[in-house]
């Protein structure tokens, strides 16, 4: 009797150990809410990404946000794991001359400018670039500022030196403090583009080329001179990662027409550009980058950038 005491006892304590690990916390992190798991992703064949063999991902600032979710989706991270796996800093056409030396191997970017092409063109490499979604130019001013649209003509007069007082178009009497970026920038690259100004574009005086978008969103909201200030930006950026800007400054509507999702999507706002996920030609068919490559250009790469509130191109 004694013996089945002490063996039924034995047997308690084990089942008890058995219910104790299965009750051990999971400390998997589950993908940000609304996304598509790892397992849900269709990845090419059975490829199964991990931090040690995840592509090195930059790009352009403003796509930072998407790369962020495309780490989290791939890899069942959190956003902030995501984050310290990516890097988006310096220049757009640093990042495409990073790529082209091997320091990334994916990017998620804007338009490469006329140096970085000249740059790759000159590397011998070429890139594979498809468009995800599309970005406008947008040009803000002080909030306080009467003016509320601008034409395209005007704005090009402005930037050529014909038109530099305020009253020119609809505002109060002032000098036109215009702002430009430093021009290996994404945002520089588009108004270069889009503006087409070519040689006929002003040189800015001194303080008024801001080497970052944070600083020029600072100089039209902050400065001194920010009641008359005008400058550019994409608007991505100000409306869903600096946003707060916009309680001291404002967009402009360009021949009448606001920027939004919709009216970037649709074309009725006119100064639109795509943006692309790039990787290198010579990627292998099986390479790490290559996969993610195929996965952000599918539909449930389509439906991440939607879900990042980026604007997409909609049939008109």
Same mark, same amino acid.
């Given at each position: ?169 609809? &505002?109060?009497?002032?000098? !036109? /403090?215009? +702002? ?8 520089? #690259?588009?108004?270069?583009? $889009? ?19 944070? &600083?020029?969103?600072?100089? !039209? /909201?902050? +400065? ?8 550019? #930006?994409?608007?991505?950026? $100000? ?24 009216? !970037? ?52």
């Amino acid at each position: 009797m004694k013996l089945k005491k002490i063996a039924a006892l034995f047997l308690a304590l084990c089942l008890l150990g058995l219910c104790a690990c299965g009750a051990e916390t999971d400390t998997t992190t589950e993908p940000p809410t609304g996304e598509p798991s790892a397992a849900e992703s269709n990845l090419d064949g059975n490829f199964v990404f991990t931090k040690d063999n995840y592509p090195r991902m930059g790009g352009s600032l403003a796509n930072l946000p998407l790369g962020q979710a495309v780490t989290a989706t791939v890899l069942g991270v959190s956003r902030e794991d995501a984050n310290e796996l990516i890097t988006f800093a310096g220049s757009t056409t640093d990042n495409y001359k990073a790529i082209i030396d091997g320091a990334f191997d994916i990017l998620l970017a804007y338009e490469p400018s006329e140096e970085a092409k000249q740059y790759i063109a000159d590397s011998g490499e070429e890139l594979e670039m498809t468009p995800i979604g599309v970005d406008a130019l947008v040009f803000i001013c002080a909030k306080d500022n009467p003016v509320q649209s601008l034409t395209l003509d005007q704005i090009k007069s402005i930037y050529t030196g014909k038109t530099t007082d305020w009253s020119a178009v609809g &505002g109060k009497k002032g000098d !036109i /403090a215009a +702002y430009q970026r430093n021009p290996d920038s994404g945002s520089q #690259t588009l108004f270069d583009k $889009l503006l087409g100004l070519g040689d006929t574009l002003i040189d800015p005086p001194e303080g008024r080329r801001i080497g970052t978008m944070m &600083g020029l969103l600072e100089a !039209i /909201a902050d +400065y001194d001179d920010s009641e008359n200030a005008l400058g550019y #930006t994409v608007y991505y950026y $100000l409306t869903n990662m600096e946003s707060e800007k916009l309680n001291r400054a404002k967009i402009l509507a360009i021949d009448g027409v606001a920027p939004s999702n919709d009216s !970037i999507g649709d074309g009725s706002y006119p100064l639109t550009n795509d943006f692309y996920v790039v990787i290198r030609k010579s990627a292998k068919e099986n390479s790490p980058e290559r996969v993610l490559y195929n996965w952000i250009c599918s539909s449930q790469g389509a439906e991440l950038v939607k879900q990042e509130n980026y604007p997409v191109r909609t049939a008109n």
